[in-house]
């Protein structure tokens, strides 16, 4: 009996003992070709030897000061570096220690903007189902997973969902990108003036829609379309990156792609690469020069922000992932990832959607392609893809659509931004083997 409650006690599971670049190697030294990246988090793979030592250099010096006494150099430099690849403007950084703690924090800071500028009645978000922001509480409210919501639904605080941009499962037969794109802006539209639009203090969305649904990309124009009605009702906009920032999906902010700057951006996972835990929110001049001119600062804090490890750890991830390319790398593996993708797994009977962007790509399976049907729920056939990669040595992400229940499977695909075109080769070969394993056994 395993006295650790954060995992299944049902469920054995092996031990990871070491790792090396996409590879991770377990105690009875079975390896393992890591093609999620865990959930989207290794972005520099596994036992970076500079970052290791960049870790221990700040143990080394000083493990941890409270930001109430001190700021540190990794901080600051990370903040700089930060900065320096974003938008002018937005380029202020409050580090926690998840992707969780990111999207609280921009709730907070959305709430303390406009209570700031006089309009305290501005209090309630505005997100989309088919959505995943965290497992904390008001993460979790404004989520769109209605199967991780079930149980905490009577402590999740008021929350508002429009529909998700989801081409392949809610675009209406026929309907352009530019027509589908106009819909869902004139819903958001709409909700935000008939809950009040002077009592909306945000919108939140993922950029690239991540664990919920499976890397789903939205159509071009759409977040332009969203801006302007966000702009027009005084609704801050913000994209929650944490799985698509960071380069995943080849350029550093996945928002870039869009052709617009939002006022907050929660980043998280590719930040520290796994190597520590860290989190970011990144506001604009126009939200931070609010608070520091109201109330004078951001009224928040967590003992462990802007821990200095976790921001050496992470400043020099972001150190090497620039000096290194690798955000352009993943813009040029992209297309040839995709090629893969659909050449193994596009005339597949049981693959209804192939989709990304950059390193972050998923396989939606359907049990009938002419119609689209998903595999009934009770198949877990995003569950059995998952054993049967690991039986081959692949580690890929599993997940489903959640409306009231589950509606369609889907395996998520994220490697390391260090990964080579013949391991994405094995990864899509393994991919498929493990695919037509869990059919058989569904069927
Ligand atoms: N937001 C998004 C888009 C995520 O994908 C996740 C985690 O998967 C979170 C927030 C929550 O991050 P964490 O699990 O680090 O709390």
Redesign the pocket.
């Known amino acids: 009996m395993t006295h650790i409650v954060h995992r299944n006690p049902h469920v054995p599971l092996p031990v990871a003992a070491s790792g090396s670049g996409c590879t991770i190697i377990d105690s009875h030294g079975r390896r393992y070709l890591d093609a999620s990246g865990g959930?989207a988090v290794s972005c520099l793979g596994h036992g970076h030897p500079e970052v290791r030592a960049a870790i221990s250099a700040q143990l080394d010096a000083l493990e941890y000061a409270h930001t109430s006494f001190f700021t540190t150099e990794a901080a600051e430099a990370l903040a700089e570096t930060l900065a320096a690849r974003s938008p002018a403007g937005l380029g202020h950084s409050y580090f926690v220690s998840?992707?969780?703690?990111?999207?609280e924090t921009s709730l907070k800071m959305a709430r303390q903007y406009h209570v700031d500028r006089g309009e305290p009645q501005r209090h309630r978000f505005v997100s989309r189902r088919q959505s995943?922001?965290?497992?904390t509480l008001a993460?979790l409210s404004i989520g769109g997973n209605m199967a991780r919501r079930a149980l905490y639904q009577p402590l999740l605080m008021e929350s508002h969902h429009v529909s998700p941009c989801f081409p392949f499962r809610y675009r209406e037969a026929g309907e352009s990108d530019e027509r589908y794109a106009t819909r869902l802006a004139a819903e958001l539209d709409q909700t935000i003036v008939q809950l009040g639009a002077d009592t909306v203090a945000a919108f939140v969305a993922?950029t690239v829609v991540?664990?919920t649904a499976g890397t789903v990309p939205p159509v071009p124009g759409y977040f332009r379309k969203i801006r302007e009605v966000c702009d027009r009702h005084g609704v801050l906009l913000i994209l929650?990156e944490?799985?698509?920032g960071v380069g995943r999906t080849g350029t550093f902010h996945a928002f870039e792609q869009e052709g617009i700057v939002p006022d907050i951006v929660?980043l998280?996972?590719g930040l520290g690469s796994g190597y520590q835990p860290i989190?970011a929110v990144l506001a604009h001049r126009k939200v931070v020069d609010v608070l520091h001119q109201g109330t004078g600062a951001f009224q928040h804090g967590h003992t462990y922000v802007g821990h200095p490890v976790a921001c050496a750890a992470a400043l020099a991830v972001q150190r090497i992932i620039q000096r290194d390319g690798l955000v352009e790398r993943v813009a040029t593996l992209g297309p040839r990832f995709e090629q893969m993708l659909r050449g193994a797994l596009g005339d597949h009977p049981h693959v209804g959607d192939i989709r990304g962007r950059g390193l972050f790509w998923s396989v939606e399976l359907v049990a009938d392609r002419a119609s689209n049907q998903p595999f009934a729920p009770s198949l877990k056939l995003n569950a059995r893809i998952k054993a049967a990669a690991e039986r081959v040595g692949l580690l890929c992400y599993p997940g489903a659509g959640t409306v009231d229940g589950a509606v369609g499977d889907h395996v998520l695909l994220a490697p390391p931004y260090i990964v080579t075109e013949a391991e994405l080769e094995t990864i899509t070969d393994l991919l498929h083997q493990a695919i037509d394993t869990a059919v058989q056994e569904a069927h």
């Open positions: 959930a998840s992707g969780s703690e990111a999207v995943y922001h965290g497992n993460a993922e991540g664990a929650d944490v799985m698509s929660t998280a996972k989190g």
